[in-house]
């Protein structure tokens, strides 16, 4: 899934290059140099899938960020308008279904970082089969260190009997990006999960599972897979246009009875803000990021858990802390720790002045 806007982390990522196009936390400015997201997820599923049985739903306007790719042309899929990740994935379902009847699909955003890669992938086969053998789909579920709002939970319920003693649950509810007394809750549970947006499933059954629980938007798939499979792109796209924008979170996880959580110990990271990459990044004796251009220094009195990034080859900082600092050649962002999931509302509020910046 590789069509997101990424407005959290502006002002690096923007609308004609998100994040999942940029290196974590932009790259080395002010080229952004360095393997992207997408490069690092596609290399983390090659020991899963070849390129050939590789799909990525990605948004038309990115369309030349995508040409180099060692992905067939065919296995590219370009959406009109954003859509969220219902249609998103029920369209791709009914896509590898068409090719391969009773395939199993593994779904994973292109925005994240995963840093046991062995591990990773030794988990989505653990749920390949879970998938299978229980006919459900399966997610895997972060341990969480922090009760971050940012995130959805996944709640587990019983324990789910395995052939080969995989740690796995039954899912008794996903629940929404929480308030924070709630998401504290969560958190010291020892029975919640954050929700990574990973996960394995039959092709055909998250079909079906859309055709119970949201018929309107399935029948509208239907007609877009059609129109796409006979390359009929007007059709496509006046069918694509009809979908409801919803998340698959909310059109079908929440209300499904047929999901399992698999634990997932793989160094997991959303990357859905600017704090999120320091746990990604190197950080300094007192936790702070800088991301500066090759040979850039630094000078710091006094200054704890910053997020610098800056063109310059100089940063200086005194007494400063938990602030997120960012130069792009065109843009300055000055931001809170606390309040930097706010930057995507901000970016949203962006009038006819501010328009040239998105």
């Given at each position: ?9 502006w ?11 940029l ?11 360095g393997?992207?997201?997408?490069d690092a997820t ?14 990525i739903m ?18 590219v899929?370009h ?19 068409s090719?391969?009847p ?6 994973v ?12 992938r ?9 998938a ?16 971050e709002?940012?995130?959805?939970y996944?709640?587990?319920?019983g ?8 740690e796995a ?31 394995v499933?039959?092709a ?7 055709e ?17 499979l006979?390359?009929d792109?007007a ?5 694509w ?6 998340s ?15 634990p ?36 710091a ?5 910053l ?13 400063v ?6 130069e ?10 606390e ?13 006819p ?6």
């Amino acid at each position: 899934m590789a069509g997101g806007a990424g407005t959290r982390f502006w002002p690096v990522s923007r609308k004609s290059k998100p994040k999942q196009f940029l290196p974590p936390g932009g790259g080395i400015p002010p080229q952004n140099a360095g393997p992207t997201l997408l490069d690092a997820t596609l290399k983390r599923i090659r020991g899963l899938a070849p390129p050939e049985r590789t799909l990525i739903m990605a948004s038309a306007a990115h369309r030349k960020l995508l040409r180099n790719l060692d992905i067939p042309k065919r296995n590219v899929v370009h959406e009109p308008a954003g859509r969220n990740t219902a249609p998103c994935l029920g369209l791709a379902a009914r896509l590898i279904e068409s090719r391969e009847p009773g395939a199993l699909m593994c779904a994973v955003p292109a925005d994240q970082f995963v840093e046991k890669t062995r591990e990773f992938r030794q988990l989505i086969k653990a749920g390949a089969r879970l998938a299978g053998e229980h006919e459900a789909i399966v997610s895997l579920g972060v341990a969480p260190h922090s009760p971050e709002t940012g995130f959805g939970y996944i709640e587990r319920g019983g324990r789910v009997t395995t052939k080969d003693e995989t740690e796995a649950f039954r899912v008794k509810r996903f629940r929404e990006k929480p308030p924070l007394a709630r998401a504290k809750r969560y958190a010291s549970s020892g029975k919640h999960y954050w929700n990574s947006g990973i996960f394995v499933s039959q092709a055909a059954h998250l079909v079906d599972e859309l055709e119970v629980h949201q018929p309107r938007l399935s029948a509208t798939l239907s007609r877009a897979a059609s129109a796409l499979l006979k390359r009929d792109a007007a059709a496509f796209a006046k069918s694509w246009e009809k979908c409801e924008s919803i998340s698959i979170d909310h059109a079908v996880m929440e209300k499904s009875r047929k999901l399992i959580v698999l634990p997932a110990d793989v160094g997991w990271s959303d990357l859905g803000t600017w704090p999120a990459i320091r746990g990604v990044l190197p950080r300094d004796e007192d936790g702070n990021v800088w991301i500066l251009p090759r040979g850039g220094k630094t000078e710091a009195i006094g200054a704890k858990n910053l997020i610098v990034r800056s063109n310059k080859k100089f940063v200086a900082a005194v007494g400063v802390e938990d602030v997120i600092i960012v130069e792009t050649d065109d843009a300055l962002l000055i931001c809170s720790i606390e309040d930097a999931e706010k930057i995507g509302e901000m970016v949203k509020n962006l009038g006819p002045d501010g328009v040239r910046f998105l």
